[in-house]
């Protein structure tokens, strides 16, 4: 009788492992009304967690409309509670919209 087989992608990790290799380079996309000052905001906060971030990477998309903003940032990522307070600090200022 054969025996069974475990699938060849089947892996043993840590619970609440991480998926991303640290450092890394960190794309996040932030959207928000495309209003005097959001790009800069949002430049000033990646900075702050990311002192070698470069701002001539940003890539900007307006919205259909031209209502909205969207701004893809990429950062050097070095743990998981950087993304997190990253994340918090952008979710949280009051320019921004969303954070992917």
């Given at each position: 009788m054969p025996k069974?087989?475990?699938?060849?992608t089947a892996a043993v990790s840590e619970p609440?492992?991480?998926?991303?290799?640290?450092?890394?380079?960190f794309p996040m996309k932030v959207m928000g009304?495309?209003?005097?000052g959001l790009?800069?905001?949002?430049?000033?906060?990646?900075k702050a967690f990311d002192p070698g971030f470069d701002a001539t990477t940003i890539a900007l998309r307006p919205s259909?409309?031209?209502?909205?903003?969207?701004?893809?940032?990429?950062?050097?990522?070095?743990?998981?509670?950087?993304?997190?307070?990253?994340?918090?600090?952008?979710?949280?200022h009051p320019m921004v919209k969303v954070v992917l």
């Amino acid at each position: 009788m054969p025996k069974p087989t475990q699938p060849a992608t089947a892996a043993v990790s840590e619970p609440g492992a991480s998926l991303i290799q640290y450092p890394s380079a960190f794309p996040m996309k932030v959207m928000g009304e495309n209003v005097d000052g959001l790009v800069h905001a949002v430049s000033m906060i990646a900075k702050a967690f990311d002192p070698g971030f470069d701002a001539t990477t940003i890539a900007l998309r307006p919205s259909r409309g031209g209502k909205y903003l969207g701004i893809t940032i990429t950062i050097t990522a070095t743990s998981r509670e950087q993304l997190d307070e990253l994340y918090r600090t952008l979710s949280t200022h009051p320019m921004v919209k969303v954070v992917l």
